[in-house]
C-alpha cells in the first residue's frame, strides 16, 4: 500500500495576473527539471494544499500546484462581501490553466484532478488534447443535475438524515423545495452572520461526508468561517450555473482523449459523487484504466484511492 512522498516545500512561488481583476497564487515543488505536473484542486472552491504535492515522486516530477480564482491565496477572496463572482467560470478557469502553463514556459504537462478537479480537467482536456501528456482522475464529477440532486436536494439524506438535518436548518422550511437556490440567497445575504451561518453549515455537510469514515482535521479546515463562505460560495454558483457546461458535455466530449493516457480513480462508497458518473466516464472513454476502489469513499487521501493515485504518478513518472 503505497503512502504520500515525504512533506516538501516549494522552491518558487508566485502571483499570476489573469485578467478580469484576478491573480491567481501558483507554486512549484518537487524537481526544476523533471516531467511537469498540475494538480487541479476540487470544490470549486476548495484551495491548494500541501499534501497535493506528495501524491508525485519530487525526484521525477516538477509539480504544479495552484489556488483557482476566488479561494486559497487568489485575490480577491471570495468571502469579501462585494466579491463578484461573475469572472469566475469553468472557461475563465480553463483559460487561467493555459496562461499559468505558458507563464511557467511548459510546454506540456501531466494534468491530475479529483472531484471538481476532474470537472476542470476533462473541460481542459477536452480543449487542449495537444497539452496534455496524461490525465489522472479521481471522484469524477461533472455538474450533471442528476449529480447535484443526489447531494444537494436530498438524495443522499437517505445515508446521512442526522447530518442532512444539520445541513437544511439556516433554511426557511418554505425554501427548501430547492436548497441550491435558497443557500444562494443565504450565502449572499447583506448580514454578516447569515452569510457565516450558511457557509459554515453548507461546508461542514460537504466535509462530513467526503471520507468513508469522518475526519474532525478536515471538518475543522473546512468550516473556518472565512473559508466555509468562499468555499460554499463558489460551489453554490458554479453549482447554479450548471458549471457553464451543456447537458453531458464532458462524458460526450470524452471520446477526443482516446490518445491521452489516463487513469479514472473511484470509490465504491463515495457520496458525494457517486460512481455512476465515473463508470459512464469509463465507458465513454474505454481507453483509460478503471479503478473501482472497494473501501473508500471520495477524498484522495483515503488509503485505497491514495495508492492506485500513487501508483498512477508513478507509473507516468518515466
Not at 499570476?16 to 526544476?32: F, K, R
Amino acid at each position: 500500500m503505497r503512502q504520500f512522498y515525504p512533506e516538501i516545500e516549494p522552491y518558487e512561488t508566485g502571483m499570476l495576473e489573469v485578467g478580469d481583476g484576478q491573480v491567481i497564487y501558483w507554486e512549484a515543488s518537487g524537481n526544476p527539471d523533471g516531467k511537469p505536473a498540475v494538480y487541479l484542486h476540487g470544490g470549486p472552491g476548495g484551495a491548494s494544499a500541501p499534501n497535493q504535492r506528495r501524491v508525485f515522486n519530487p525526484e521525477k516530477y516538477r509539480i504544479i500546484l495552484f489556488d483557482q480564482r476566488g479561494c486559497g491565496r487568489s485575490t480577491p477572496h471570495a468571502s469579501e462581501a462585494d466579491a463578484d463572482l461573475s469572472v469566475n467560470t469553468t472557461w475563465h478557469l480553463v483559460d487561467d490553466i493555459e496562461k499559468l502553463r505558458e507563464h511557467l514556459g511548459i510546454d506540456r504537462w501531466q494534468v491530475f484532478g479529483g472531484s471538481w478537479g476532474s470537472t476542470l480537467a476533462l473541460a481542459y482536456a477536452q480543449a487542449h488534447t495537444d497539452r496534455v501528456t496524461e490525465l489522472i482522475l479521481r471522484g469524477i464529477f461533472t455538474l450533471r443535475p442528476v449529480e447535484l440532486d443526489w447531494f444537494y436536494e436530498g438524495g443522499a439524506a437517505a445515508i446521512y438524515p442526522d447530518l442532512w438535518e444539520q445541513f437544511i436548518a439556516p433554511v426557511p422550511e418554505d425554501e427548501r423545495g430547492h436548497l441550491i437556490a435558497a443557500y444562494g440567497r443565504l450565502l449572499h445575504d447583506p448580514d454578516r452572520s447569515v452569510r457565516e451561518r450558511a457557509g459554515i453549515a453548507w461546508s461542514t455537510w460537504e466535509s462530513s461526508t467526503i471520507t468513508l469514515l469522518q475526519q474532525p482535521e478536515t471538518i475543522a479546515r473546512f468550516t473556518e468561517p472565512s473559508y466555509a463562505v468562499a468555499f460554499a460560495r463558489i460551489e453554490n454558483h458554479f453549482f447554479t450555473n450548471r458549471g457553464w457546461l451543456e447537458p453531458d458535455q464532458l462524458i460526450r466530449g470524452a471520446s477526443v482523449l482516446a490518445g491521452i493516457p489516463g487513469v479514472i480513480v473511484q470509490g465504491r462508497y463515495d457520496m458525494c459523487t457517486p460512481p455512476f458518473t465515473a463508470w459512464e466516464l469509463h465507458q465513454a472513454w474505454p481507453e483509460a484504466d478503471f479503478r473501482m476502489i472497494p473501501d473508500a469513499g471520495h477524498a484522495f487521501d483515503e488509503p485505497g484511492n491514495l495508492d492506485a493515485l500513487i501508483e498512477a504518478t508513478d507509473r507516468f513518472a518515466g
